[in-house]
């Protein structure tokens, strides 16, 4: 599995209307790791939501772990798409959050993306 950024939505279908996903479990994040960014505008065409750290459905995704290998990784694709990435300590104050692993077991959910389809 790769992170792709999300400005190329290949073989991904839009979505016009959708809420957006929540974790569900309004677990308190505070303490674990996050990765905050350059400003990046929401892939969803009419969107004016600016993310500020690595977000799926806008929620800032988080790792229990500082080293998580999925943690880096996507730092790592964040840094070759130029967005300077930073793994910080994650706050409520930063705004709404979810486990990554939350994340990829709903499907790794998307404004106003559908999960991906066969090519």
């Known amino acids: 599995m790769r992170m792709e950024d999300p400005r190329i939505l290949e073989y991904e279908e839009l979505l016009e209307d959708e809420e957006l996903w929540q974790e569900g479990d309004d677990a308190d994040h505070t303490g674990w790791f996050c990765v905050a960014t350059n400003p990046?505008?929401?892939p969803a065409s009419g969107c004016d939501f600016v993310a500020e750290f690595m977000t799926a459905?806008?929620?800032i995704l988080?790792?229990?772990e500082r080293d998580d290998p999925?943690?880096?990784r996507h730092a790592q694709r964040a840094k070759q798409v130029g967005r300077n990435p930073r793994v910080v300590s994650y706050e409520r104050s930063f705004g709404p959050s979810a486990?990554?692993?939350a994340w990829e077991a709903a499907g790794r959910p998307v404004h106003a993306v559908r999960g991906k389809t066969s090519p």
């Open 40 to 42: 990046f505008p929401c």
């Open 57 to 59: 459905a806008h929620l």
């Open 62 to 64: 988080v790792w229990e």
């Open 70 to 72: 999925n943690l880096l």
């Open 99 to 101: 486990s990554y692993y």
